[in-house]
């Protein structure tokens, strides 16, 4: 989501804010027309601070958005080169590396993601997509099971005894027969 500039007048705005207001769309985010305008300022910031690992970790995200996994994958490492520990970095690069089939790899970084957020559902969730993909049944079992333990205040939130949430019934169900079986 783009920074909102709605307190400033025009004229109050840097040609950077200007930009980014004429580049948002409704809900904040950027405008088709403008996708490469990620890319762009991204590079440029990275061209004088090299070092600043948040923006590639940032160049990283737009690069797996639209594709580009060598690249994204690329500045993940970066990231982490230059001391970048979030959860979400390990995440998103195990998640790449399961969009190229490289299950060691992937199980690696999805790995760390659980150590450095051991209460994010989708971390464990995704290690055991890793772990199935690679023939670590009992592992990727485990994993699945710690998922839904921890995402089980999703289910509660669905009301399942109402007669139109009979649609929230079968995955809440298939989900725990598949990790009990």
Do not use: C
């Not at 080169?81 to 999805?110: M, R, T, V």
């Amino acid at each position: 989501m783009l920074p909102t500039f709605d307190q400033k007048s025009p004229s109050q705005l840097s040609w950077e804010q200007r930009l980014l207001k004429n580049a948002s769309g409704p809900r904040g985010q950027l405008k088709p027309e403008y996708q490469e305008l990620k890319f762009t300022l991204h590079r440029k910031l990275l061209l004088v601070h090299s070092d600043n690992a948040l923006a590639h970790y940032h160049l990283g995200f737009a690069y797996g958005v639209t594709g580009h996994s060598r690249d994204e994958i690329s500045e993940y490492l970066a990231a982490a080169k230059l001391g970048l520990s979030k959860w979400d970095l390990f995440l998103n690069l195990g998640l790449a590396y399961l969009g190229q089939n490289d299950w060691p790899k992937a199980i690696n970084a999805l790995q760390t993601a659980v150590l450095r957020g051991p209460n994010h559902p989708e971390a464990h969730f995704n290690l055991a997509i890793a772990y199935e993909r690679g023939n670590r049944l009992r592992e990727a079992r485990q994993e699945i099971m710690v998922s839904l333990r921890l995402a089980r205040f999703f289910f509660g939130l669905l009301r399942l005894d109402e007669p139109d949430s009979r649609s929230a019934k079968k995955p809440a169900a298939t989900l725990t027969a598949l990790a009990t079986t």
